[in-house]
């Protein structure tokens, strides 16, 4: 069966400091993947998504950027973190077709402070 | 702009009677629909999804019903457990193929012993 590996589970980091946050997807090849932030009390946000290594799609401009190294790995990263990069952050795949049915991880909660 | 929203922010429902969770969409082309369940620190969990061809879908315990006329969506769940608390939420893919979905704010369903 699939499963999807997000982590840390928790952050917290200073402003101006850079960000790394890893997801890895096992039982799958060639996954569609997705990187959200979900803000408290609001829906989730589409940040990044990618159908195939190193092709990255940006939906929102801002000063986070995200690769795709290998098939079923996906990095969310940062050179410096600003205070209104705290939010819950959470990875995602999905198969066949994009943005349908897509499986979440546990999620990072990140604090910038 | 598009939305998708909630008619409740919350829901008290007794143990083991039935839920009704709503969700509108403004979208008149949205061709697909999903519905999540997140508890609390934790990542989205799928539990349903429905296409615009269909009017309702079944799956464990919970129906989808999805009213076209009115762009009205509902999740039904069948003799609620404790384990069901958690924040649902629903998603359209706007325009569809292949569009990004949008997610609603959520309901927090709460059983009550």
């Known amino acids: 069966s699939q499963t999807i590996h997000q982590w840390p589970a928790t952050l917290v980091q200073p402003v101006g400091s850079p960000l790394s946050l890893e997801c890895t997807v096992e039982?799958?090849?060639?996954?569609?993947l997705y990187w959200y932030r979900q803000a408290a009390g609001r829906g989730l946000q589409l940040l990044f998504y990618?159908?195939?290594?190193?092709?990255i799609s940006s939906e929102v401009p801002q000063n986070l950027s995200a690769s795709r190294p290998q098939d079923r790995q996906f990095i969310l990263s940062s050179k410096k973190l600003l205070l209104s990069d705290s939010g819950f952050y959470l990875c995602?795949?999905?198969?066949?077709?994009?943005?349908?049915?897509?499986?979440f991880g546990s999620g990072t909660q990140l604090s910038v402070l | 702009g598009e939305s998708v929203g909630l008619h409740l922010p919350t829901l008290s429902v007794q143990e083991g009677d039935n839920s009704i969770i709503n969700c509108a969409y403004s979208?008149?082309?949205?061709?697909?629909f999903i519905w999540y369940k997140q508890e609390s620190g934790k990542g989205p969990q799928f539990i349903i999804d429905?296409?615009?061809?269909?009017d309702k879908r079944q799956g464990q315990r919970v129906t989808v019903l999805l009213n076209k006329t009115v762009k009205h969506l509902s999740l039904q769940i069948a003799a609620t457990q404790p384990g069901d608390s958690a924040v649902y939420f629903c998603?359209?893919?706007?325009?569809?193929?292949?569009?990004?979905?949008?997610f609603g704010t959520g309901t927090r369903l709460t059983i009550i012993p």
């Open positions: 990618s159908v195939g290594i190193g092709q």
């Open positions: 995602a795949w999905s198969v066949t077709v994009l943005h349908e049915k897509l499986f």
């Open positions: 998603a359209e893919n706007g325009k569809g193929g292949n569009e990004k979905l949008t």
């Open positions: 429905i296409r615009s061809n269909m």
């Open positions: 979208n008149s082309a949205s061709d697909y």
């Open positions: 039982g799958t090849s060639n996954p569609n």
